[in-house]
């Protein structure tokens, strides 16, 4: 059987893992899925995440949002 991705080194065995930034995306689809849409904020924070460095990523928006409104 062909191996197709070379630059891998785990084993074949291994489960594929969610991206560290998955939840933050998550949060942007939430706010295509409202009215009035809500996509800016969560996208910037989601951009954050991207550009972090692992185990620095930003809280969540929805996170964040929720802090405000207490």
């Known amino acids: 059987m062909p ?3 070379k630059h891998s080194t785990g084993s074949s065995d291994s ?3 969610p991206h560290r930034c998955n939840a933050h995306l998550e949060d942007v689809l939430e706010g295509l ?3 009035p849409m809500d996509v800016a904020k ?3 924070v989601f951009w954050q995440c991207i550009k ?3 185990g620095q990523e930003p809280l969540r928006y929805s996170q964040q949002k929720q802090q405000q409104e207490q």
């Open 42 to 44: 969560p996208f910037g």
């Open 3 to 5: 191996e197709f991705n």
């Open 15 to 17: 489960q594929a893992q």
């Open 52 to 54: 972090s460095q692992p």
């Open 33 to 35: 899925s409202t009215w």
